[in-house]
């Protein structure tokens, strides 16, 4: 069909169904104009049977439909004529040199409109280079990233990190002849996971392996909205990979920094230096949970099983203030032998201090021990009882941050951190990478990216529509009178 000639019928005079609409949408909020420039340009004056923009749409439209391979999508191309419409095939297909005979004899041309699966894999080999060279997969996410703050007034307060095993579609045995897996690229990794029986007082140790890639995302914790990801062999640190992903976002989208109050991240991202960067540099209140690292008390055992390992907080004096090695901090009674836990009283930011009251005093408590505890201490105090006040400055950062661990606040905050589980459910379920067929690093970054941007598109969409609420679905489909 000749450009510029419309059809004698066409699919844009049937009212769209409602799938068919929220691919629109995400077209439509999608900025790839660049991405299609440099593929566009890649291919030069090469055969246009399949156009470029076309193959986009399609490969576009397999994620939001939420295809586990190329061949489920060409089968839906074929069947679905609406669909190929909204690609931009020309249904009649392309001159082909090949001829076929008919039932009358007559030689025919073959003629197709759908592409082959031989052509949308040299056509996701082009996107996945033009990534690799120019990384405007990337540059998406970061445009839909700034989009996202401008449409949504709270996006980007509540961030999140979490790291995910994805397996590669090779199993990782070595061949004979080479001494290499099938996929060069992946390698093997490990998660360890344990913790404190609270009955027993044991500590307990998992130990999960598997060959391939990890996947790591910065999220809205609030939204459930991915804001950046990357991909790298599984053997890769979470830690270091955090640090320079939080660096790299922070300085393309300074705004992002200034609106961010607070981030989470499992203990297993426990770091006094990552602590200390996100709060010194960018304001930002870490919420990850200390890990139990205090080995020397463990071993030396003789420790109640139901009384958390503490030490004092200031061992270079007489005092009867200690702390745990999660930041909870505790009177020793000097009558009774009994810890009891201080008041918190708030985060000073101009002194960098945390206060905390004596919780006899704060909760109007009678302690036999408590003339005797300020004598110890060398301190006096009134009705308002005893202040503690410790510089964060001059403490182990791992251990003591602005948002203490356990207070309401930081429960609630921490809380917020299942959005990244249930952001790697749609990655593995709605998305097919639970089973897929992808070797190497580039084709699996790739291909997590542009999931990862389809749902940043779709939350843009219905969040222009009006629907915040409905930011996290897939399958909602923007109303139809929102489509023009």
Known sequence: MAKGTRPLFSWNDVEPRPDLVRLEKVLKALPDEALLRALEQRRGRG????????????LIAGIVFQHVSVESLLRELRRNPALLDVC?????????????RGVSGVKR?????????????????????????????????????????EEVEDFGEHL?????????YSTGRKKGKTGKASDAEADWGKHETGGKDRRTGKLWRRV???????????????????????????????????EAMSEEVFTETPELAKRCREFSADRGLDSGGLKEKLWDQYGIRPLIEPRQLWKQERQEGGQDAGEAITRPLYPDRADTIVHTERGEVY???????????????????????????CPAAAYGRLCQGQTLCYQTAGTRAGAYGRIVRIPLATQDR??????????PSWKRGYRRRSALERIYSRLDNDFGFERHFLRGRSRVAARVSLAMTVMMALALAQARAGRHSHMRSLVDAVPLANTG
């Open 47 to 58: 055969r246009d049977d399949y156009p470029i923009r076309a193959m986009w749409r399609a």
């Open 88 to 100: 931009g095939f020309d249904p009649m297909g392309p001159r082909k040199r090949g001829k076929r």
């Open 109 to 149: 041309e073959k003629r197709d409109g759908v592409p082959s699966a031989w052509n949308f894999s040299r056509f996701l080999s082009a996107v996945v280079k033009v990534e690799e060279e120019e990384g405007l997969i990337g540059a998406m996410m970061r445009q839909l990233r700034e989009e996202l703050m």
């Open 160 to 168: 999140g990190y979490d790291g995910k095993a994805l397996k590669s």
């Open 208 to 242: 999960k392996s598997w060959f391939g890639y990890r996947v790591h995302v910065i999220a809205d914790t609030r939204h459930e909205i991915p804001v950046a990801c990357r991909v790298t062999r599984a053997s890769r640190s979470e830690v270091k990979e955090l």
């Open 331 to 357: 009177c020793f009674c000097p009558h009774s032998g009994r810890q009891r836990r201080l008041a918190f009283q708030g985060f000073e930011a101009k002194r960098g201090t945390l206060k905390y009251r």
């Open 398 to 407: 791992r251990i003591f941050t602005p948002t203490p661990y356990g207070s």
